[in-house]
């Protein structure tokens, strides 16, 4: 059974640097056929996609974000992170990772984190 | 950006009746649509993919239909578990922006 975990600091100061992982279990994250993504939640909100990362190295981002984000791989650890710079209030969200199929949909979650952007 | 539009924004059913949750895309997605439940510090579960095809495990009581802009979620005959939040996700736009609804709280009447 496939399981994702997010770890990281539960509180960023604002224009600091959030910084996630996402711990891949029963699975290989270099599986050529799904992408790695972070999603996120702000209290109360809805759904917004960060952004993929793919086996391959590629990585593709949310425009509202995109200046801001980077994604990477670390496949001896099967896990896959995400940095988030000049992080504000607005940043402020619980953070999923999860495994969208090629065709598009996610299938598998992590149980998400609460990250507080706050001085 | 494909905007998707969830209605209502909350429901209110009683146990053992039937929900019907709706979910529009600003242009359209063809059978490319999820739909998503969320139960309180929960993360989302996938339930229905390609508008109508249920995930591994989940009861038949739940049903996905639609195509093109217009979706709708049925949910035959409510159990107590199933109150929650359901969020909608279209996957047509390839190959990344992928864009959910803001979703439907389905609450105990």
């Known amino acids: 059974q496939l399981q994702l975990q997010e770890s990281g600091p539960g509180l960023v100061k604002p224009s600091e640097t959030l910084s996630l992982s996402c711990s891949v279990s029963?699975?290989?994250?270099?599986?050529?056929?799904?992408?790695w993504v972070w999603i996120r939640q702000p209290p109360g909100k809805g759904l917004e996609w960060i952004g993929y990362?793919?086996?391959?190295?590629?990585?593709d981002y949310n425009p509202s974000l995109n200046s801001r984000v980077t994604m990477s791989m670390d496949t001896s650890k099967n896990q896959f992170s995400l940095n988030l710079r000049s992080v504000t209030a607005a940043d402020t969200a619980v953070y999923y990772c999860?495994?969208?199929?090629?065709?598009?949909?996610?299938?598998?979650w992590g149980q998400g984190t609460l990250v507080t952007v706050s001085s | 950006e494909i905007v998707m539009t969830q209605s209502p924004a909350t429901l209110s059913v009683s146990p053992g009746e039937r929900a019907t949750l709706s979910c529009r895309a600003s242009?359209?997605?063809?059978?490319?649509l999820a739909w998503y439940q969320q139960k309180p510090g929960q993360a989302p579960r996938l339930l229905i993919y390609?508008?109508?095809t249920r995930a591994t495990g989940i009861p038949a009581r739940f049903i996905g239909s639609g195509f093109g802009t217009e979706f709708t979620l049925t949910i035959s005959s409510l159990q107590s578990e199933d109150f929650a939040v359901y969020h909608c996700?279209?996957?047509?736009?390839?190959?990344?922006?992928?864009?959910f609804g803001q979703g439907t709280k389905l609450e105990i009447k």
């Open positions: 999860a495994r969208r199929s090629t065709v598009g949909f996610y299938d598998y």
């Open positions: 029963g699975d290989s994250i270099t599986t050529n056929s799904y992408y």
């Open positions: 990362v793919y086996f391959s190295g590629s990585s």
């Open positions: 242009q359209s997605v063809s059978s490319n």
């Open positions: 390609a508008a109508s």
């Open positions: 996700q279209q996957y047509n736009k390839w190959p990344s922006m992928y864009t």
